[in-house]
């Protein structure tokens, strides 16, 4: 029987904190600086990329000139011979 009680005694309570324990809106974080922070951070690395990639392009596009104008000297020289 006590069983009962004690269960329909945990239903029926109220374990709710009182509203003082709530933070008032004024104390609340506002999100708009991590917003910010973000948003600068990202546009920085896509910065950083865009430069390193754009990096790596230019010297795997100037290897395969170079690779291009290597062949083109050897088609060259055998053709002499």
């Known amino acids: 029987m006590f069983r009962v009680y004690l269960v329909v005694y945990v239903f029926v309570s109220d374990n709710k904190p009182p509203a003082s324990h709530f933070p008032t809106p004024l104390a609340m974080i506002s999100p708009l600086k991590d917003i910010v922070i973000a948003t600068t951070l990202g546009i920085g690395a896509g910065m ?8 790596e392009l230019d010297r795997i596009s100037r290897f395969y000139k170079w690779h291009d104008a290597q062949e083109a000297q050897k088609k060259n020289a ?3 011979d």
């Open 48 to 55: 950083i990329w865009n430069n390193f990639k754009d990096g």
């Open 78 to 80: 055998h053709a002499d």
